[in-house]
């Protein structure tokens, strides 16, 4: 299966691709050459339980994604502009999933087109030109979304912030400016509401037009923050009547990754209605293919005076059989049906680590998306960033993949494919206790 040595790739690579293009494990990075499932494997056999890949939602090759793809592949793949019932089909698939004011699709081939796109409609449909996000927010990799995204501009590489971008503090409990230690739920809701207004009066006072609220359902590079009850519903209540359209970037929640629903930004209230929702990554399961759900209204205006949208791949043939099979797995394996119980049962684990490693300073989030916040002082809250990094390579040392993220890089995710099983999550405990205990013993030998 290897063509090259590993050596070999390393050397290949080095002198062919930037070393700016970050790998995980940058220092010893994996090679890894097949997936099945919830495992991947390396070069040498070795076999890794995935709780690192976002993109690979139903399970690594899965039989009948496979199939689907390899068969439309040898059927036709060819420029979207043609007719074609993958594309249709998909079309009215997922908006059965949405709110039914949202029923137009853009298709591309990735999470930055479409959150670049629902950038230009709303600029050209509300004549206003500026954005709000949540601080620490990643919306992609396009120039403007890099423009958008705290998580990039304000890093030391970054170019800051420019004047159309308006930043609104992330409603994070745990370590932002309002805290679970002093403020009710309802009340930190509400003061990180009030956040979002003052941006906006601000904003209005200085002659600027907002036209777009950028917001993850849950946010992942930030550290797997989960929003308290309301505040998204919120913002929409107080920014919509105002013309300024609300996006729910669902790349990387989408697809039943809460658990309890198809979309993240449904655990907000059923009745939060977004005026574009993005979908990538899990939609095809690794697959490049994304998706920007909006209103028919607002498709219609953005189309005005003759404008004509093109994307040469997005919607493709090929793409769309992946996607539409995706949705078969998701429909007919209803594998998010054990995602609430696998789920409890490790957040409640991580929870009674917590109470066992002072290390542990919070435990987060639902579904397949957990974050653990890492701290060298519970009272403090300053991040455990060396230990962080030992315990992420003493996991992959077990052979179980994890990430690491938020702004201090200390916060452990954990978001495995849907199939990750209650066996998976018992090992994963295990392993995460031994390899803690062990932490501590070395720090006081
Ligand atoms: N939005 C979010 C929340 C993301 O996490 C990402 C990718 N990490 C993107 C958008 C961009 O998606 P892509 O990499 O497919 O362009």
């Not at 494990?25 to 919830?38: H, S």
């Not at 009948?64 to 793949?77: F, P, R």
């Not at 996607?323 to 209803?334: F, M, P, Q, S």
Request: aromatic share 10%; with cysteine.
């Amino acid at each position: 299966m290897e063509t090259l040595s590993r050596d070999e790739t390393v050397a290949l690579r080095k002198k062919h691709v930037a070393s700016c293009v970050e790998l995980f494990f940058n220092d010893d990075p994996l090679k890894i050459v097949k997936g099945v499932g919830q495992y991947m494997f390396d070069e040498k056999g070795n076999k890794y339980l995935d709780c690192i890949n976002n993109v690979a939602h139903v399970g690594h090759c899965h039989p009948h994604v496979v199939k689907c793809a390899s068969e439309q592949m040898s059927l036709l793949e060819t420029n979207s502009r043609f007719l074609h019932d993958n594309l249709v089909i998909y079309g009215k698939r997922i908006t059965q999933y949405l709110p039914k004011e949202l029923q137009i699709c853009f298709f591309t081939n990735s999470g930055s087109e479409s959150n670049d796109l629902a950038m230009r409609i709303a600029r050209r449909i509300s004549g206003g030109y500026d954005v709000i996000v949540l601080d620490h927010a990643y919306h992609g990799h396009l120039t403007n979304l890099v423009s958008i995204s705290p998580y990039k501009f304000a890093h030391p590489s970054g170019d800051g912030k420019q004047e159309w971008v308006h930043v609104a503090p992330v409603p994070d409990s745990y370590r932002g400016k309002y805290r679970s230690s002093e403020y009710s739920e309802d009340e930190i809701s509400e003061l990180y509401f009030q956040e979002v207004v003052k941006l906006v009066e601000n904003a209005e006072k200085s002659g600027r037009k907002i036209c777009l609220f950028y917001a993850e359902s849950l946010q992942s590079c930030g550290g797997q923050i989960v929003y308290p009850k309301n505040y998204l519903k919120k913002c929409y209540q107080y920014l919509q009547p105002k013309g300024i359209l609300c996006l729910a970037d669902e790349v990387q929640t989408g697809f039943y990754r809460t658990g309890s629903h198809m979309w993240g930004f449904q655990s907000q209230g059923e009745d939060l209605i977004p005026d574009f929702v993005t979908i990538g990554k899990s939609m095809g399961n690794g697959h490049p293919v994304s998706c920007l759900v909006t209103q028919t209204s607002h498709a219609q205006k953005f189309g005005e005076k003759g404008l004509k949208y093109f994307n040469t791949y997005g919607g493709n043939p090929v793409s769309m059989a992946v996607a539409n099979a995706v949705l078969d797995v998701i429909e007919k394996e209803k594998l998010h049906t054990h995602v609430h119980e696998v789920s409890t049962y490790l957040l409640n684990e991580l929870e009674r680590l917590k109470q066992k490693h002072e290390i542990i300073g919070d435990v987060r989030g639902y579904g397949y998306f957990i974050g653990i916040d890492l701290v060298k002082n519970r009272q403090t809250r300053e991040p455990a960033i060396e230990s962080a990094r030992i315990v992420l390579r003493a996991m992959r040392d077990a052979f179980i993949l994890l990430s690491l993220d938020g702004p201090y890089s200390n916060v452990l995710k954990i978001k495995p494919p849907l199939c990750f099983n209650m066996d998976n999550a018992k090992l994963l405990i295990e392993t995460f206790d031994r390899i803690l205990a062990d932490l501590k013993l070395k720090a006081q030998l």
